[in-house]
């Protein structure tokens, strides 16, 4: 199958930045869409940024212009680019990717999500 590993969380002062990695590996033909949510205690997961294999991109409002979503098609890795934190952008952030692998002759589409890493933002 595929696996999603993220990396690069921690805990980090208001106003300060950080830099999320997320890498792809397994029966992997191509990635489509690959984005990052977020989930904060007693919330609900949230979209924060998303890019396709083409490079085009979007973002949620209360990140726009903070955060900045680039992938390595080569790598098969998505990274986020997180600067002015605040601390209301404390969560688990999860990668999620919709990945197109092959079986034989029979190509399929599947959504995967890492096990996520933790964003703390100090006040």
């Known amino acids: 199958q595929v696996q999603l590993v993220e990396s690069g969380g921690g805990l980090v002062q208001a106003g300060g930045s950080l830099r999320l990695s997320c890498a792809a590996s397994g029966r992997i033909f191509s990635i489509n869409v690959m984005g990052w949510y977020r989930q904060a205690p007693g919330k609900q997961r949230e979209l924060v940024a998303s890019i396709t294999s083409g490079g085009s991109t979007n973002y949620a409002d209360s990140v726009k212009g903070r955060f900045t979503i680039s992938r390595d098609n080569a790598k098969n890795t998505v990274y986020l680019q997180m600067n002015s934190l605040k601390p209301e952008d404390t969560a688990v952030y999860y990668c999620?990717?919709?990945?197109?692998?092959?079986?034989?002759?029979?190509?399929?589409?599947?959504?995967?999500w890492g096990q996520g890493t933790q964003v703390t933002v100090s006040s």
């Open positions: 999620n990717a919709d990945v197109m692998s092959v079986s034989g002759s029979l190509y399929y589409t599947r959504n995967y």
